[in-house]
């Protein structure tokens, strides 16, 4: 019999609707049961994706007797951490200064107060490797709540008072200067992966919000090293195996530093974000490998996330099923052994394909199968032709394998990144398809995820909305997505739905005394801490999302407050930047356009013509970009600009001052170099 979870939206919540643990979704009637029955709450956190939050679903959540012992002691709570990052992050909070570590799943024992007293992250069903056994842990946290209470609630509420005089470094409400840029660019070099690519050692992840400062920072001042850096990183990352050579697109992230073998997940945040990093790189260098990856990227998103609805699904799975046992394995959809090869392609193209992407008889993955990748010499060009019949026979065959799991939960501020970069790619490379795509997204969040009051629901799925509120990443990279549809499309109601969005940041989310942002409205619902967490881990921070969107709408509109509030936003960047740049890369990088105006730009004449599309492949950080006919109010940086001797004509400022209107497109490039 199904229990709580069957009319959740979340695919990682109805993965467990069948278990028979007697599963709550968070929320205050869940608490009021323990409340009632007199016994504490087990919350588990995790999600779709998960290969060990899938490991001990099978192991424990869906064992008879582990679950028997689960329902007459506790409360149990399931949450997806992709929907409600705000329980995620508080929680996640307490277990690393518990433990001085975190992960998924994320095993926390809470009070009915939703106070933590006990922490683990997976248990196995017996013990091993020095761990003891999940049925274990719940007899002894059992006892201590039933033998202990008064201790127990002592613990509990320490912890809660911890987290609550932990002090974030907010840094002085100022934006960061040269000085702050020019020593995170250095701590990034101190760090940097000379011979791999990348920053520090494995895991090694890719560090799309780096190479986007690097890159801006490169625009601004023409440091060489910084172009290298994120140019060499790109290229390694795009021959190495977490790059999908057959179908496109990347998985998190490599378990060794020289980006062989993938945890083989595809992301939809990681997807949308390394596109636009590599469109950035072909925009700055022309490199056509960045084109490629660029384009298959996109293509990947579109082909394989893209819902009947018009959004993005979140991830496909790393496990999929391995046609010869039957088992779920990592990886099974992806690698080849030679064997397999021979079968597709016959003796001759699979020695072409075994040396092209770089399969071993002894593998480079697990059970003689390898990961494939590109090395770095070029094949010949006279192999071309033939390879690129292997790539299409191998990628039939491949579809013939059985798929991973796609969680076709619609998260709000990942679409938000993929509608940026499909609007920016389809504009780059004339491939209206994908600007297509964008605006397909983008009406989805419109129409779906935000209600009369322009505030905006988390997750959607199967054209169904979520019953969970927006956070601060949510308005963030959604106003950046429309702020990109705007400069792309030269449609002025994506920029006001941003200005809609990031009105609620202003008022909901931004603390008036200190400048600083908040993970989670003024009105959200209130856990045992208010999330606040300026750091850029897998995707851009919801405070430094904030702090982009903020600079840019005030570019476009001249709003004074946004622009006020972008730079208060910063000072976090100027304090965090010179110590830990790897962890704040898009900070860093608004912090780049901050420094450079942004650049305005207002374009008069056809929309994506020469002069519009000039304007969007300049390469100063954070530019804006206003496009539309004469006469258009449409975009506030067009109001009172015209034709030049009837000609189309483009107009640049930059802080409050504006050079003449030119009609070349070299000079207005040059402008923007």
């Not at 939703?114 to 069903?125: I, W």
């Not at 009947?308 to 991830?315: C, D, I």
């Not at 509030?565 to 790897?582: F, H, M």
């Amino acid at each position: 019999m199904p229990n709580r979870l069957a009319q959740e939206t979340s695919p990682y919540l109805l993965q467990h609707a069948d278990n028979p643990v007697d599963w709550w979704p968070w929320s205050a009637e869940a608490f009021q049961e323990a409340r009632e029955r007199g016994v504490p709450v087990l919350l588990s956190v995790g999600y779709s994706s998960c290969h060990w939050c899938h490991v001990m679903a099978h192991e424990s959540f869906e064992d008879e007797a582990t679950a028997a012992l689960m329902n007459e002691k506790f409360v149990n709570i399931k949450v997806d951490r992709e929907e409600r990052p705000d329980v995620d992050a508080v929680y996640m909070e307490a277990v690393q200064a518990a433990t001085g570590q975190g992960g998924w799943p994320m095993t926390v024992f809470l009070t009915a107060d939703a106070e933590p007293f006990y922490f683990g992250t997976y248990f196995p069903p017996e013990p091993r490797h020095g761990m003891p056994s999940f049925p274990q842990i719940l007899d002894g946290v059992h006892r201590a709540w039933m033998d202990r209470r008064g201790e127990v609630a002592e613990v509990a509420g320490k912890i809660v008072r911890d987290l609550g005089e932990r002090q974030l470094t907010h840094g002085t409400g100022e934006k960061p200067g040269e000085d702050e840029l020019a020593q995170a660019l250095l701590g990034l070099t101190r760090d940097y992966d000379a011979t791999h690519g990348g920053f520090g050692g494995a895991p090694k992840f890719p560090p799309s919000m780096a190479v986007e400062f690097l890159l801006r920072h490169y625009a601004r001042t023409g440091a060489e090293g910084a172009l290298q850096m994120a140019a060499n990183t790109c290229e390694r990352m795009a021959r190495g195996g977490i790059y999908d050579q057959l179908g496109g697109g990347f998985a998190r992230y490599s378990v060794d530093r020289e980006w062989v073998v993938p945890h083989f997940e595809k992301m939809l945040y990681d997807n949308a974000l390394l596109c636009r990093a590599y469109a950035h790189l072909w925009r700055a260098t022309g490199s056509d490998l960045a084109r490629r990856v660029a384009l298959e990227t996109a293509d990947f998103m579109v082909r394989e996330l893209r819902t009947n609805e018009g959004g993005f699904a979140s991830a496909l799975d790393a496990d999929s099923e391995d046609p010869a046992t039957g088992k779920h394995v990592e990886g099974a959809y992806y690698v080849w052994t030679p064997e397999q090869l021979r079968e597709v392609l016959g003796e001759a193209d699979a020695d072409l394909a075994m040396a092209c992407y770089g399969v071993t008889e002894e593998g480079t993955f697990e059970e003689g199968a390898s990961v494939l990748q590109l090395p770095v010499a070029e094949a010949p060009l006279a192999e071309a032709s033939r390879l690129a019949s292997v790539r299409e026979r191998l990628l039939a065959a491949r579809a013939e394998r059985p798929a991973p799991g796609r969680d076709d939960k619609v998260v709000a501020a990942w679409n938000g990144l993929a509608i940026a970069a499909l609007a920016e790619a389809g504009a780059y490379f004339d491939r209206p398809d994908l600007v297509t795509a964008a605006v397909g997204a983008g009406d989805l969040l419109v129409r779906l995820h935000m209600d009369d009051r322009a505030r905006l629901a988390r997750t959607s799925k199967d054209g169904r909305v979520g019953a969970n509120a927006g956070v601060l990443e949510d308005y963030a990279d959604v106003a950046e997505g429309f702020l990109a549809l705007a400069s792309v499309t030269g449609e002025g109601v994506w920029l006001e739905f941003a200005g809609f969005l990031l009105d609620h940041v202003l008022a909901q989310f931004v603390d008036e005394e200190s400048g600083a942002l908040y993970d989670t409205a003024a009105d959200a619902e209130r856990l045992i801490r208010r999330p606040q967490d300026p750091t850029d881990n897998a995707a851009p921070s919801g405070w430094t999302a904030a702090a982009g969107a903020l600079l840019s709408y005030a570019a476009q509109t001249g709003a004074s407050p946004h622009r006020t509030a972008a730079e208060r936003a910063l000072g976090v960047v100027k304090a965090l930047g010179p110590r830990v740049p790897r962890f704040i890369g898009h900070g860093l990088a608004v912090a780049e356009a901050a420094l450079d105006g942004p650049r305005e730009v207002a374009v008069v004449g056809e929309v994506l013509g020469d002069l519009h599309r000039t304007a969007l492949l300049g390469t100063a950080p954070g530019a804006v970009v206003a496009a539309g006919p004469p006469g258009s109010d449409e975009l506030p940086l067009l109001a009172g600009r015209g034709l030049v001797d009837g000609r189309p004509a483009a107009y640049v400022c930059r802080g409050f001052v504006c050079d003449a209107p030119t009609t070349d497109a070299s000079a207005l490039a040059g402008m923007l170099a």
